[in-house]
Nanobody, 126 residues
Framework: QVQLVESGGELVQAGGSLTLSCAAS????????MGWFRQAPGKEREFVAT????????AIADSVKGRFTISRDNAKDRVYLQMNNLKIEDTAVYYC???????????????????WGQGTQVTVSS
């Protein structure tokens, strides 16, 4: 069973930048696509970005395209979310998740990802 632990969330001013990190352990990380999702209070969990098991393919939500970048380092079993030009509406708990099967890529549905990390809070202030 894989374990995922996110870090890097904090309070930041609008226009600022943050890099979230997700550390994976427990199975062959390099065989699995990874994703970042977020959930704001009172809203459903939404897709942010995903990256294939070999880092050649990525998909980014329209709401963050041009501002957020997903990357991974398979040697370190880590996936990252670089967030630039943060907006107040980016405030949410950000979750890292592994695709629910090896060598699968292309889904933005939370139901296609398991397990999940515990989340890290990102708060963007004006």
């Amino acid at each position: 069973q894989v374990q995922l632990v996110e870090s890097g969330g904090e309070l930041v001013q609008a226009g600022g930048s943050l890099t979230l990190s997700c550390a994976a352990s427990g199975r062959t990380f390099s065989n699995y696509a990874m994703g970042w999702f977020r959930q704001a209070p009172g809203k459903e969990r939404e897709f942010v970005a995903t990256i294939s098991w070999n880092p050649g393919n990525t998909a980014i939500a329209d709401s963050v395209k041009g501002r957020f970048t997903i990357s991974r380092d398979n040697a370190k079993d880590r996936v990252y979310l670089q967030m630039n030009n943060l907006k107040i509406e980016d405030t949410a708990v950000y979750y890292c998740a592994a695709r629910n099967g090896p060598l699968r890529f292309g889904s933005a549905r939370p139901a296609d990802f398991a397990p999940w990390g515990q989340g890290t809070q990102v708060t963007v202030s004006s």
